[in-house]
């Protein structure tokens, strides 16, 4: 069964505290190949990485293909936690740079070969520009623990 994905919009993007530094597409690709989908949770009202993995509502994918980079921002519909893995794997994505993660997801997109670049804040714009530059600041070990439900209730790990 197909996942409906709604595109909210499209647009072109030009050209410490953190255990790691990565990116680039060498780390992701095949040699020749130059071709590859970015996901980021995705906060529309201020352009930013969405901190909680398992609530995001949006996803802004970056389509790169060798110089050019399209990008797409995408409903999840209301789906949220476990479910967001099929979201990604619909969509096609090769990586994802994210806030807070449990546990269980980094298992799912390991299972579905999405890399995760976890910890990240700020601009998705320019966490993707730093990827691909080979200076993405991220968390190596980031795993979200413990935050409250809608219901009020904690939870200690998903």
Known sequence: MSLSLWMIMTQTLPQSEYDRQIGGREDLTDPGEDNMKIAVTYDP?????????GWT????????????????????????????????????????I??????GAQTALEQNGIRLFGGCSGSADQAVEDFLQNRLNYKEDELCTEHPHEDGEVCHEH
């Not at 009202?45 to 993995?53: A, E, L, R």
């Not at 994918?61 to 949220?80: A, F, M, P, R, W």
């Not at 479910?83 to 090769?94: M, N, S």
């Open 45 to 53: 009202t201020n352009g930013d990485i969405f901190q909680h993995y």
């Open 57 to 96: 509502e949006y996803f802004k994918v970056y389509d790169v293909e060798g110089d050019k980079i399209e990008s797409n921002v995408y409903s999840t519909n209301g789906l949220q936690h476990g479910a967001l893995g099929g979201v990604l794997t619909e969509i096609g994505a090769d990586v994802l």
């Open 98 to 103: 994210c806030g807070g993660i449990g546990g």
